[in-house]
């Protein structure tokens, strides 16, 4: 499988500071998702962009995807001590319209 | 959206012994994702369990190791088998969600193997 790569791996910042989160991948994708993981628990999705789309907002989260560039970046504006957490992107590619290749994840610290 | 839960929660489990994780949906859902995440890692797809029919182990992941049962359509259970310490990880399931192409997943089972 083409697993993404994430970067930063890790990201400190203070809280009401923005917070960018990139992902690349490598083979072409019919969607990437971004999902939050909490402290080694379950996963979240938080939000979904097509590929023949380049930018969405979900409250404070914004995500662009450049499919020249096969990359995505995650923003979060505003950021809280609850938005700690590690972020992975995944791909979903090929003819299956479910299953999910995931990055190897940023992990947030908001410092308050 | 879909709640899902998982038992154990976490386990500790000496090697060579096998360990079943349950995994139960609030409802009924076609298709179950078992996912392994290795200490620090991303998640990696075990296989995908559909009820009555046999489970769909991706690359680098069999039957014999990994067995899974998927009794209705609202259970799933995964078995680690003759563990070793590379087998510490924790362990997730995963339904379909919204539009079928997102994922709910449940809080996982942290299995640490000695």
């Known amino acids: 499988s083409q697993q993404g790569e994430e970067d930063p791996q890790a990201l400190s910042i203070q809280e009401g500071e923005n917070a960018t989160m990139n992902c690349s991948y490598k083979?072409?994708?019919?969607?990437l998702q971004w999902y939050r993981q909490n402290s080694g628990r379950g996963l979240v999705h938080l939000i979904l962009i097509r590929s023949n789309e380049r930018e969405k907002h979900s409250g404070r989260l914004r995500v662009t995807l450049d499919t020249s560039k096969k990359s995505s970046s995650l923003l979060i504006t505003a950021s809280r001590a609850a938005d700690t957490a590690s972020y992975f992107c995944a791909q979903n590619s090929g003819g299956s319209n479910y299953k999910l290749t995931f990055g190897k994840g940023t992990l947030l610290t908001v410092n308050p | 959206s879909a709640v899902i839960s998982q038992k154990p929660s976490r386990d500790i489990c000496q090697r060579g012994t096998s360990l079943t994780i349950q995994c139960q949906v609030d409802s009924q859902v076609t298709m179950m994702f078992w996912y392994r995440q290795q200490p620090g890692q991303s998640l990696t797809l075990i296989a995908t369990?559909?009820?009555?029919?046999?489970?769909?182990?991706e690359s680098g992941f069999v039957i014999d190791k990994f067995p899974i049962s998927r009794p209705n359509l609202t259970f799933s259970t995964l078995t680690v088998s003759n563990m070793s310490p590379e087998d510490s990880s924790i362990y997730l399931c995963s339904t379909l969600g919204a539009g079928q192409e997102t994922q709910y997943f449940g809080p996982g089972t942290r299995l640490l193997v000695l």
């Open positions: 369990a559909n009820q009555g029919s046999e489970a769909t182990y």
């Open positions: 083979t072409s994708i019919n969607n």
